[in-house]
């Protein structure tokens, strides 16, 4: 004890500090009052242990009442308190009161009726004048407050009643009102009557309408300050008897039911969640909202051990499920509800209107704010709040339901023992529905005005109410810890740092419809880039195929018929200057000429230049022209070979080689070569193309040519107009006189007639395809005895050529016809949209 | 040495004619240095030519240039010129194709050449590694047999496009129309009358005249490419008026 | 070798060349002709050149057992047969002439037929694959030209037929005043390729 009173628990967080110390050294806050106060027993001290939520009293808030203080004091000892306070908390005598309970009041208590809760309500404020500090300076640290929550909190005896219900009963008991607010002496602690509040209150409910004024007064006293604290004018109401014998009984059901005396009871620490509390407190965190008014049993039972129940007055402490009376499990699960409804009704008229208005529901129960040092849903101060507006004749806010859900797990009781618990329980029990409405204040009443720290207790609706007169920077409501519901606090922690739950952002990207178009075509693409597609086959047989087809079939088709045949009715063609002129030139060389013939044509050709040469070469023979064969193509060798050969034996003649030709064969370098050999033909073609590879140079007639103008003709064989334009430039310079004959495809005849036809006369002969072969061999009847090669492809390529042409213009005509239809067919498409 | 017999000697008109064309391509190569843009004649094949280079790359397909049979040595080495520029450049844009393009030709020199210009290419743009020997290849060494063995590499090696720049017969005719049935795009041009006939009717985009000799000008081959184009232009009119004098005075006796 | 020593030697060749042609100087003839004597060589070695890259291409597609490498068997199998039997018996020899005779004229003979088809389809589609002025001129001189080449069934037409008729015309007056306007062009550009690789812009030899 003396210990106890070298240290000074802190209300707030609970440590143990020194006593002369006014401020905790270790969260600020004050430990004892501003105002000069009795200092608080040491048997209450015990009966706070633990209380280290209660609000600290203000320094210069003088409207604390004493028991108040001695609760805050109490807590601040150290933890031994049962031992210390073993006094305190021993039960006291029946019919006693406890110590602490009976120094909040000594007047007895009387039953409630009409206005006696103003009369405790004014007591109590009175009271609450004398303490210092408002509430809410500091707010203490949830987890310090879960910290120093008091491990294990010593229970009273069965027959403890504390006393500040011992001298509530002990007032009710005594049926009298509750008298004007005790002196600071009387309102100890230590008072062994009814605690002066509880008969303030009494009184003041009774007075409430002829004390309308003192309420409007009030205010002016003290400001912020509730009537029920700061004018304990009336007494605290008393009890009806009635309900007091089920009080007892309850009461009594509660002392069996709790725990043995002196037994310490490991009190949970401050609920964090609703987990870890009984049924019945877990029921009691519910939201504001949905707190219904305790029905008006549970309120005459409440009231009974108040107003005076003697004996058993219950300390509420931290029930276990399994130790929750029958009747208060009833009451949870709501099954007086109903019968309270009624009985609130029957009995509203004769309970004062504190207690009837504890069955209405209450804007705190249902609001949003959540009552200071609770973060259960409606506990005791519904009534007191509805009082208070009541009397300053405010409406009633309706209920919020929104942060009361989220404050319930954390909701903790402002006192031990508090008997605002079964309260709750019986409130909670009821449904929402048949919770009677909120009291109306009253009118002509003067509102209350609360002390600083009690007006930080008001529910937050209430404060929400008087927001008005609040600075926007008190705008903010403390939703949680020993503060929730007060305004105007400054943030333990800075907001960055607030648990709250974290800002969900959208995941949804911001696009636009044309990013998200793009998007998607993207997406499409690349989708179908992996995907393999299927090759689309074209159609075997296509237009194209039937065409050629066709072609092939009409032109093979007439060839084949007119070789397998062999008619010859087409007649030749009539002989043509170049042709004639050609001749003309052959039949001047003399005999035994050397002709030097220049094959080189391809191979592919070779039908063509047979047919165009046969006559020419056969006419050469007949001359006797001894052939001197040259090449500027690799395949020329043989080709001049096989021309040869060919021609000799059309004719009929014994040409041999060397005896009658020479192949000097292949001259390399194209132009360049035939300049070379022009220049010096010995030197280029310097041996013959037989095995023996014989030096015809030495021998006749070869031996006298020195150069092109040695020869006697000079013929070149060729299908392309270049090599003959080649042979026409690069050697007809070297010829002087020598006559240039030309032997040509059908196709180069265009670009080497020029050549004939000009007055320089560079080609003195020209036959060109089968139709000068033709020509030649109708200008000649004896060459090949009329029948020659011209002769017998004469009608297959007659009308073959006829075919062709024919085809050539079906396919042109219904290119046409294609093309027409198709741009009809468009046409009208644009005229039909 | 009777220097006015050489001063008007054929020899020396001709002389005279190539060295004004020189000096010309240098001149005009000067002055267009200073243009953005080089106005030429719109020829439609060159610019399905640049198209069907992208396609190729894109679809993975090869593009295949012939350069026709004509040897280095006459006047169809011109023509050869012109295919081995119209290789490089296309070696060079589609180097990046998963197939690169292949050369063929119907002549030994014109093979070798052909191998050289895409190593060449090959080397500068940094993709040696690239080349493949096969890239210049000789199908045969005749016209015919040159033209059908260019076919296979038609049919055979995802060509997308030929183009046919160099000397070329009737046979020409041949590889168009395996590119007809290939579906493939055919670009074909020659110094000869008779393949431009042919081109004419069976190719997609023929070039008729002297388009071929102008390639270089249009892929963006230099600048020397678009000055010499416009010496021919010059040297053409020079020509026409000259063969227009000429007649006039032929018809006049004086000539 | 290095590009600018081909380069180098790629000009003074040309203009040696050139020189000689237009400058009648026996010093440019005498280096022309030897500079030509040369290139015909190695015309001829070019010869040989393209047998070797015919044979390695298709010894490739052989050994990689490419699609269509079964052809390259007959080629191969025919260029060597072709060689052995002309080194035995030589170019004009018999045989020779036999494979020549019997196998390389008809097979390039059939080209030519092919070629007559696939010229007479062009000639057919010409209009639906390009349908303007050209294309209708070009389509109307083919029909003249043909049908004046040879008597319709041995009968000439005049006027088209003959020395004087259409057909010999368009052949002497546009057909051979257009080519001769290409020819010239042709050489117009062929001097210009010629000047180009003579100033080193187009350097075929590059490697």
């Known amino acids: 004890m003396a210990a106890d009173m070298a240290e000074l628990r802190c209300p707030m967080c609970g440590k143990a500090n020194p006593e002369e110390l006014d401020v905790c050294q270790f969260c600020q806050a004050r430990l004892k009052p501003v105002l000069p106060s009795a200092p608080i027993p040491e048997d209450e001290q015990a009966a706070v242990e633990g209380s280290s939520r209660l609000p600290e009293p203000a320094a210069q808030d003088d409207s604390l009442s004493d028991w108040l203080n001695f609760l805050r004091d109490s807590g601040a000892e150290s933890e031994g308190p049962p031992a210390e306070s073993g006094g305190e908390d021993q039960p006291p005598p029946a019919g006693e009161l406890p110590q602490w309970l009976e120094r909040t009041g000594g007047e007895a208590s009387e039953p409630v009726g009409e206005g006696d809760s103003q009369d405790w309500l004014d007591s109590l404020r009175k009271r609450g004048e004398e303490i210092t500090g408002p509430l809410g300076q500091e707010t203490v640290p949830e987890e310090s407050m879960d910290e120093d929550w008091p491990a294990s909190v010593k229970l009273p005896d069965q027959d403890y009643v504390p006393e500040w219900l011992a001298g509530a009963s002990l007032g009710d008991q005594a049926g009298e009102p509750l008298a004007e607010p005790p002196s600071e002496e009387e309102s100890s602690l230590e008072s062994d009557d009814e605690p002066d509040w509880l008969q303030k209150i009494r009184l003041r409910q009774r007075d409430e309408t002829e004390e309308s004024q003192s309420v409007e007064s009030a205010p002016a006293e003290e400001p912020g300050m509730p009537d029920w604290l700061g004018e304990p004018a009336s007494g605290v109401p008393a009890a009806p008897d009635e309900p007091a014998e089920s009080v007892s009984d309850w009461l009594a059901d509660l002392r069996s039911g709790g725990a043995p005396v002196g037994e310490e009871v490991e009190l949970p620490e401050a609920p964090a969640t609703g987990e870890e509390l009984p049924a019945a407190e877990q029921e009691l965190e519910q939201p504001l909202e949905e707190t219904p008014a305790p029905p008006p049993e549970i309120l005459e039972e409440a009231a009974a051990p108040v107003l005076g129940a003697a004996e058993e007055i219950p300390t509420a402490p931290q029930i276990s499920d399994e130790e929750i009376p029958d009747w208060l499990a009833g009451l949870v699960a709501g099954k007086a509800a109903a019968a309270a409804a009624g009985s609130v009704e029957a009995d509203a008229e004769s309970l004062p209107d504190w207690l009837a208005d504890l069955d209405k529901p209450s804007d705190a129960d249902s609001g949003v704010i959540v009552p200071f040092g609770e973060e259960e849903p409606g506990l005791t101060f519904d009534w007191l709040q509805e009082q208070v507006r009541a009397d300053q004749g405010l409406a009633v806010p309706p209920p919020e339901s929104s942060e009361a859900e989220e404050v319930q797990a954390e909701k903790i009781t402002p006192f031990v023992g508090d008997l605002s618990d079964f309260l709750e329980e019986e409130y909670l029990s009821t449904p929402e529905g048949e919770r009677p409405p909120a009291a109306q204040p009253e009118e002509g009443l003067t509102p209350a005005e609360l002390p600083n720290w009690l007006e930080a207790m008001r529910p937050l609706d209430a404060a929400a109410m008087s927001a008005a007169v609040l600075d926007e920077g008190e705008s903010q409501i403390e939703s949680s810890g020993p503060l929730a519901g007060l305004r105007g606090i400054l943030p333990a922690e800075p907001d960055v740092a607030r648990l709250k739950k974290p800002p969900t952002y959208a995941m949804r990207l911001q696009v636009s419809e044309s990013q998200q178009a793009n998007a998607n075509l993207l997406d499409e693409l690349v989708k179908t880039e992996g995907q393999p597609r299927a090759v689309r086959m074209g159609a075997a047989i296509t237009s194209q195929h039937v065409w050629r087809l066709i072609i092939f079939v009409v032109l093979i088709g007439v060839i084949i018929w007119k070789a397998l045949t062999g008619s010859q009715e087409v007649a030749l063609p009539q002989p043509l200057p170049e042709i004639l002129d050609t001749g003309s030139v052959i039949g001047a060389l003399p005999s035994n000429s050397v002709v030097l013939l220049a094959v080189d044509y391809e191979p592919g050709f070779s039908g063509e230049m047979k047919a165009t040469s046969a006559a020419v070469i056969d006419h050469l023979m007949l001359k006797g022209a001894y052939f001197a064969l040259v090449s500027t193509s690799p395949a020329g060798v043989g080709l001049a070979e096989q021309l040869i050969q060919d021609a000799s034996a059309l004719g009929g003649h014994q040409y041999q080689v060397i005896d009658r030709y020479a192949n000097l064969g292949y001259i390399p370098g194209g132009p360049m070569g035939v300049v070379g050999f022009a220049n010096a033909p010995r030197k280029m073609t310097p041996f013959a193309l037989d095995v023996d590879s014989t030096a015809v140079w030495s021998r006749e007639p070869l031996q006298r040519v020195t150069r092109l103008a040695d020869f006697d003709l000079v013929a070149v064989l060729t299908e392309d107009a270049d090599t003959a334009r080649v042979w026409i430039e690069q050697v007809q310079p070297a010829l002087d006189s020598t006559p240039l004959v030309m032997l040509l495809s059908a196709q180069a005849e265009p670009m080497v007639r020029p050549y004939y036809q000009s007055s320089s006369n560079q080609v003195q002969g020209m036959v060109a395809g089968l139709l000068g072969g033709g020509s030649y061999e109708s200008a000649h009847q004896d060459l090949l005895a009329g029948d020659g090669p011209a002769r017998r492809y004469w009608d297959a390529f007659s009308l073959s050529m006829l075919a062709a042409v024919i085809l050539i213009a079906l396919g042109g005509l219904v290119s046409l016809l294609t093309q027409a239809l198709a741009s009809r067919d468009t046409s009208e498409g644009e005229k039909k949209s | 040495m009777n220097y006015m017999d050489l001063l008007t000697s054929q020899g020396a008109v001709g002389m005279a004619f190539v060295v004004i064309f020189f000096f010309l391509v240098i001149i005009l190569a000067a002055a267009g240095r200073s243009r953005s843009v080089q106005n030429l004649r719109e020829i439609q094949a060159f610019a399905k030519l640049g198209r069907a280079i992208g396609l190729a790359v894109e679809a993975g397909k090869r593009m295949h240039i012939t350069l026709g049979w004509g040897g280095m040595i006459d006047l169809r080495g011109s023509s050869a010129l012109v295919g081995l520029t119209v290789l490089e450049r296309i070696a060079r844009l589609a180097s990046i194709s998963d197939r690169p393009p292949v050369a063929t030709s119907g002549e030994g020199v014109l093979g070798v050449l052909s191998q050289d210009t895409v190593s060449g290419t090959y080397k500068s743009i940094g993709a040696g590694f690239q080349y493949n020997p096969a890239a210049g290849r000789v199908t045969g060494l005749s016209p015919l047999s040159y033209a059908v063995g260019a076919l296979p590499v038609i049919y055979d090696e995802h060509v997308s496009a030929t183009v046919l720049a160099g000397h070329f017969g009737s046979e020409g005719a041949l590889i168009t129309d395996a590119a007809e049935r290939s579906g493939s795009l055919s670009l074909a041009g020659s110094d000869s009358i008779t393949a431009q006939s042919v081109f004419v009717a069976s190719a997609q985009e023929p070039l008729i005249g002297e388009e071929l000799y102008a390639a270089g000008a249009y892929i963006n081959s230099g600048l020397i490419h678009v000055s010499s184009v416009r010496a021919q232009d010059v040297f053409r009119w020079v020509l026409i008026i000259a063969i227009l004098v000429g007649a006039v005075m032929k018809m006049l006796g004086l000539l | ?207």
Do not use: C
């Open chain 3, 1 to 207: 070798m290095k590009a600018p020593v081909s380069t180098a030697i790629a000009i003074a060749f040309g203009l040696i060349v050139l020189l000689g042609y237009f400058i009648p100087l026996p010093l440019f003839n005498a280096l022309r002709d030897i500079l030509l004597e040369w290139a015909i060589v190695l015309a001829g070695v070019a010869v040989f050149v393209g047998v070797a890259n015919l044979f390695l291409v298709h010894g490739r597609k052989i050994s990689r057992s490419q699609p269509g490498s079964g052809y390259s068997y007959v080629v191969i199998i025919a260029m060597l047969a072709t060689i052995i039997v002309a080194a035995l018996f030589g170019p004009t020899g018999y045989w020779s002439l036999w494979l020549f005779k019997n196998i390389q004229v008809p097979v390039e003979t059939s080209l030519i037929g092919v070629l007559a088809i696939i010229l007479v389809y062009a000639a057919a589609r010409l209009l639906r694959r390009k349908l303007n002025l050209f294309s209708i001129i070009f389509f109307a001189t083919v029909l003249v030209v043909l049908l004046g080449s040879v008597p319709l069934l041995g009968i000439e037409i005049p006027g088209l037929h003959g020395e004087f008729g259409l057909r010999s015309l368009l052949i002497q007056l546009p057909a051979v005043a257009g080519a001769r306007g290409i020819l010239l062009g042709v050489a117009l550009g062929a001097l210009a390729a010629g000047i180009r690789v003579l100033m080193g812009v187009d350097r075929p030899y590059g490697g």
